[in-house]
C-alpha cells in the first residue's frame, strides 16, 4: 500500500496538539497566485496530519473558510484550538492582518478578526505569535513582521518602523483578548529593552506569562543572535535583552553534536 506524504512547501508552520501534528498551507506547488480561486481554496480547504507515534500521515479535509494568508503566516495552540495569524496571499503585495481559529476536534475554521487596515497589528508576514494566559484569560501576543510600506494601518504607538524598498519591518507588540464578548486587539505598554524592527526570529514559552526570542532578520541584510525575554501581564510587557546572559535568567549556548 502506498504511504502517503505531504508535498514539498516553505513558509509554512505545524504544531502539535496532544499525539498529532498538524501543517497547514504555506508555499507549495502549483499553488495560485492570486488572491482567492477554487483551485486555491480547495488546496487551503484541507489539513497535513502526523500521528507522532506512528510517523503516519493523513491528509484531511476541513469546514468553513481558512485564512488567505497562506505564506509566512504565525501559528499558536490553546486546548484544542490552533490559531493563525497573518500572512500573503502570495501575489502581488497583499498581506493580512487577520487572526483565525481551527479546531482540532470539528475540524473546522473560524474568523475571529477580519483584515482590516484601520485597527490591530499591521498587515504583514514572518511575525510570531504566542499564547500566554494571565489571571487565568487566554490571550495570543503577536511580535514583529513585515509587510507593505504604504496602504497599511496606522503606526503602534511606542512601535519603530524600518523601511527598505518599499516594505517596513517593525517591532510592534500586540495582545489578541480571547474572553468570549470582549475579543479585541490591544496594545500593551512597553517598558525595557524594546527589540529593533525584525521578522523571522523564534518565540518559546518558558512560564504563562514569559517567552523567549532569539534572532531574527531586520530587512537590510543584518540578521540577529540576540536574545530577549518578554514579561507579559494583561495591560503591559516589560522586555529585557541578554547580549551577555547571566543572572537569573543565566543562558549558556552550548554546541551538540547529534549522531545518528
Known amino acids: 500500500m502506498e504511504v502517503y506524504q505531504p508535498v514539498e512547501r516553505r513558509l509554512h508552520s505545524t504544531v502539535q496538539v496532544g499525539d498529532y501534528l498538524y501543517m497547514w498551507g504555506g508555499d507549495q506547488p502549483d499553488l495560485p497566485e492570486v488572491h482567492n480561486n477554487e483551485k486555491k481554496k480547495s488546496m487551503c480547504s484541507v489539513v497535513e496530519v502526523c500521528h507522532v507515534p506512528t510517523g503516519e500521515w493523513v491528509q484531511k479535509p476541513t469546514t468553513g473558510d481558512p485564512s488567505l494568508g497562506v505564506r509566512g503566516y504565525a501559528a499558536a495552540v490553546i486546548g484544542n484550538e490552533i490559531f493563525f495569524f497573518g500572512g500573503s496571499c502570495g501575489h502581488d503585495e497583499c498581506y493580512h492582518n487577520s487572526l483565525y481559529s481551527f479546531n482540532v476536534y470539528t475540524f473546522n475554521w473560524k474568523e475571529l478578526s477580519p483584515t482590516t487596515s484601520h485597527h490591530g497589528p499591521m498587515m504583514k508576514t514572518g511575525s510570531s505569535m504566542i499564547a500566554i494566559k494571565v489571571k487565568d484569560e487566554d490571550y495570543l501576543a503577536v511580535i514583529g513582521g513585515w509587510g507593505p510600506s504604504s496602504n497599511n494601518t496606522p503606526p503602534q504607538p511606542g512601535a519603530r518602523y524600518s523601511k527598505t524598498g518599499g516594505h517596513q519591518w517593525c517591532n510592534e507588540v500586540h495582545l489578541y483578548r480571547l474572553k468570549t464578548g470582549t475579543c479585541k486587539w490591544t496594545s500593551p505598554t512597553v517598558i ?30 543584518r540578521y540577529s543572535n540576540d536574545v530577549y525575554v518578554f514579561e507579559f501581564t494583561d495591560t503591559s510587557v516589560k522586555c529585557t535583552k541578554f547580549s551577555n546572559p547571566g543572572g537569573s535568567w543565566w543562558v549558556e549556548w552550548v554546541p551538540v553534536t547529534v549522531g545518528c
Open 192 to 221: 525595557g529593552d524594546r527589540p529593533p524592527p525584525t521578522n523571522g526570529f523564534s518565540l518559546t514559552s518558558i512560564t504563562n506569562t514569559t517567552t523567549i526570542l532569539f534572532g531574527g532578520y531586520f530587512g537590510d541584510g
